[in-house]
């Protein structure tokens, strides 16, 4: 399989603990981002990186959420202190970054914070 | 700010045509994508819009005007399988970044279901 996978598919933790996700990108693609959607809603952009640099962040990424990805290749979205609010489908999506840069998304992580 | 406003649902009949259209507010527009999303499934992606007019992609095409800020998304001999949400995003570039950076602003999705 060569498309974007996500770790774990399903996550269910109590409140005021710490997860952290895991996403692999399509090997040759350098661009990364990381989505929240929430029920009925389209995916909330979070933050993406060119290679290992993270070029941007959205204000709804609060101080509790960190992203990395150190090397390039995968990354992962650490949530600390979860909230109830945070209860969504985490999802990550690839790009090739040069012509079209469609985006290619992951299955995503399904987080429900009791 | 960015805004983008598509319908909630639509329904159609197997065999017919359906337009879902979408219009856009937002800074630094670079373009303009339209997502499938399968419930509980991760989005694919269905087209692409920089220019003004019209693509098409066997039974699916897209439209683009940019002066008016508007899309739509044109599926045509509609089957069962095509019951799904489509999502309509703009391309939004960073005024310091270079025209294929950026990130996408999604609508709310459109929940389309297709009657036999």
């Known amino acids: 399989d060569t498309g974007v996978s996500q770790n774990p598919r399903h996550k269910i933790t109590k409140r005021g603990q710490n997860v952290t996700f895991r996403c692999d990108p399509i090997?040759?693609?350098?661009?990364l981002y990381w989505y929240r959607q929430t029920l009925g809603q389209g995916p909330e952009f979070l933050t993406y990186?060119?290679?290992?640099?993270?070029?941007?962040k959205s204000r709804l990424l609060s101080d509790r959420f960190s992203a990395e990805r150190p090397k390039g290749s995968f990354s992962t979205l650490e949530i600390q202190r979860t909230e109830q609010g945070d209860s969504a489908m985490y999802l990550c999506?690839?790009?090739f970054g040069l012509g079209l840069n469609e985006q290619f998304f992951g299955p995503g992580t399904r987080l429900t914070v009791l | 700010g960015q805004n983008i406003d598509q319908p909630t649902e639509m329904t159609a009949t197997e065999g017919a045509i359906v337009q879902i259209n979408c219009t856009y507010q937002?800074?630094?527009?670079?373009?303009l994508f339209w997502y499938q999303q399968h419930a509980g499934e991760a989005p694919t992606f269905l087209s692409y819009?920089?220019?003004?007019g019209l693509e098409e992609k066997g039974r699916f095409s897209s439209f683009l005007s940019r002066s008016k800020g508007y899309s739509y998304l044109l599926l045509k001999e509609l089957q069962m399988k095509d019951s799904a949400s489509y999502l309509c995003?703009?391309?939004?570039?960073?005024?310091?970044?270079?025209?294929?950076?950026?990130?996408?602003?999604f609508g709310r999705g459109t929940q389309l279901t297709v009657w036999p």
């Open positions: 990186f060119q290679n290992e640099a993270q070029l941007e």
């Open positions: 937002t800074s630094g527009f670079n373009g």
């Open positions: 819009n920089v220019l003004d």
């Open positions: 995003a703009a391309l939004e570039v960073p005024s310091w970044g270079g025209s294929t950076l950026g990130r996408l602003y």
């Open positions: 090997s040759e693609h350098n661009r």
């Open positions: 999506a690839s790009s």
